[in-house]
């Protein structure tokens, strides 16, 4: 027994330096497996942290709210917008951090993302804060994918709101000074017309017979005869180009009988001077009834639109249509002007020097309706404007209030 005790305490003793080295392997792999471990866990501290920095301290706002639009969770820009601690916002309603706020808009635009989930909504806001100033807020939200939880990214949008309501008033206040500028030119052209009808006019007539009497005095003599008659002719075709002048500067009929029979003696008017052309003008609905500044402003539109067409189209085939578009329960109806032809057309995406399509648009914007145009090389060119109208107590047209 003895023997055997000793011959397993010598393989115990031999085999101590192997279980030491094995021991210290072990020992310096878990070390070197913990060292990793701080590592990572150092990293994951620094990537939360850096993380939180980013949802905490993004130019927008972060926060989360249940269907009964109770704040869960908020980033620390959020509670900046909200103007409260995070603290006092976590459980409370997300409208009563506003004195005043569409509460029905917002409700209905929640109830919309639970109602589809994984759609992006939006949803501009205007509110009053706890200071009573007046404030826009941007809403852009989605449902997670439980639907218990609305995700929502909150701007404060003032700034641009305002910009884009000073905008707007500049746009008004220039359509104001243009509809200003239209009216002044008018009158200039009526009274322009006036004076070539009632001087010129008059005193070409007492030309023309005078002349007649020499003419007639002066049969026998074939020099003063000629002559005479030269004076007659030059005095025919002054009187023609005073009547095509006054017609530019004030059409006739369109003070007597009304748009359409102005626009018809213009159709023809045209068409005697561009006789390779052909010109069909449609009239449908109600014409007769508009106010003296719509009559010349619809009336300027065709009498531009022709001239451009006999100047740059190269066509042969143009058509005016003019509509007058009714809307069953609505005050506001419209009047719809196309104008097309088949020419040449041109690139609508570069820009040109011509004066014509840019005084008609800056017609149109003054009354406040659209203008757009299709035209491609060689497919010809359509314009189409529409003009919104709505009727006075007095039973005439004004033009629609800008937007």
């Known amino acids: 027994m003895n023997d055997a005790h000793r011959r397993k305490d010598d393989d115990i003793d031999q ?92 409700y209905h635009y929640l109830q919309g993302i639970f109602n589809h989930p994984r759609e992006k909504a939006t949803l501009d806001l205007k509110i009053r804060d706890a200071q009573n100033q007046l404030r ?85 003599d074939p020099i003063i005869s000629t002559s005479t008659q030269a004076i007659k002719d030059c005095t025919q075709k002054m009187h023609a180009v005073i009547r095509s002048m006054l017609h530019q500067l004030r059409p006739a009929l369109l003070d007597s009988l009304g748009l359409p029979n102005a626009l018809v003696d213009l159709r023809n ?15 449908a609905g109600e014409l007769t009834t508009f106010n003296e500044p719509m009559n010349i402003a619809v009336f300027r539109l065709v009498q531009e639109s022709l001239n451009n067409i006999c100047s740059h189209a190269e066509a042969n085939w143009a058509k005016i249509s003019l509509t007058h578009e009714t809307i069953e329960n609505s005050p506001v109806e419209y009047l719809q002007l196309n104008i097309e032809d088949n020419g040449k057309g041109y690139d609508i995406n570069r820009q040109t020097t011509g004066l014509g399509l840019l005084g008609m648009r800056e017609r149109v914007i003054a009354l406040n309706g659209t203008l757009s145009v299709r035209s491609a090389p060689n497919e010809g060119t359509e314009i189409n404007i529409r003009l919104p109208i709505e009727y006075s107590n007095n039973g005439k047209t004004n033009l629609h209030p800008a937007d």
Not at 41 to 64: C, I, K, M, T, W
Not at 142 to 162: G, P, V, Y
Not at 201 to 208: E, F, H, K, P, Y
């Open 15 to 106: 085999s101590k330096p192997e279980l030491l080295m094995e021991l210290q392997a072990h020992q310096i792999e878990l070390n070197m497996q913990n060292q990793e471990l701080r590592e990572a866990q150092q990293q994951l501290e620094d990537s939360r942290n850096h993380y939180a920095d980013l949802y905490d301290f993004a130019p927008v706002g972060y926060l989360s709210v249940d269907k009964t639009g109770n704040i869960r969770s908020i980033n620390l820009t959020g509670t900046i917008l909200l103007g409260k601690d995070r603290t006092y916002l976590i459980g409370k309603p997300f409208i009563a951090c506003f004195t005043d706020i569409d509460q029905q808009s917002f």
């Open 136 to 220: 826009f807020f941007h809403l852009e939200s989605t449902a997670d994918d439980d639907n218990n939880m609305c995700r929502i990214i909150i701007s404060d949008i003032s700034q641009l709101q305002e910009a884009v309501d000073n905008n707007r008033e500049l746009l008004r206040e220039n359509r104001r000074l243009i509809k200003e500028q239209f009216l002044l030119q008018e009158k200039e052209r009526r009274t322009l017309a006036c004076e070539l009808h009632d001087e010129l006019g008059q005193w070409l007539t007492a030309i023309r017979a005078e002349n007649e009497v020499i003419l007639n005095s002066a049969k026998q």
């Open 269 to 283: 008017q045209w068409c005697s001077h561009h006789q390779h052309i052909v010109l069909e003008l449609k009239l």
